[in-house]
């Protein structure tokens, strides 16, 4: 088993920034395929950006350019660094892990990862 906690979150104000961290235990994850979820209540959890073991990445359109995902090894740590962040970047952001080691593709779906995090809360004030 995989345990992932999240930190960083908190209240920014618009145009601010921000740093997630979602440090794992359980095991090394130096070879997942790593995400970032975000959540509105109401709404469907939606793919932010993902990490493969070579340091690829992927991100949702919405972020592009203004997100960037990365990870330390050495700690077992995944990043997600939010600048330039406006109202509808408000959520709360889950970090995920997805169980297929030396993995290149990224997946953006919910379910093709199979560790999650509890999920800090990001609030963005306009």
């Known amino acids: 088993q995989v345990q992932l906690i999240e930190s960083g979150g908190g209240l920014v104000q618009a145009g601010g920034s921000l740093r997630l961290s979602c440090a794992a235990s359980g095991r090394t994850v130096s070879s997942y395929v790593m995400g970032w979820f975000r959540q509105v209540p109401g709404m469907e959890r939606e793919f932010v950006a993902g990490?493969?073991?070579?340091?690829?990445?992927y991100y949702a359109e919405s972020v592009k350019g203004r997100f960037t995902i990365s990870r330390d090894n050495a700690k077992n740590t995944v990043y997600l660094q939010m600048n330039s962040l406006n109202a509808e970047d408000t959520a709360v952001y889950y970090c995920?892990?997805?169980?297929?080691?030396?993995?290149?593709?990224?997946?953006?779906?919910?379910?093709?990862?199979?560790?999650w995090g509890q999920g800090t809360q990001v609030t963005v004030s306009s």
């Open positions: 990490i493969n073991w070579s340091g690829g990445t």
């Open positions: 995920a892990a997805e169980d297929s080691s030396w993995a290149s593709t990224i997946p953006s779906g919910r379910l093709d990862y199979d560790f």
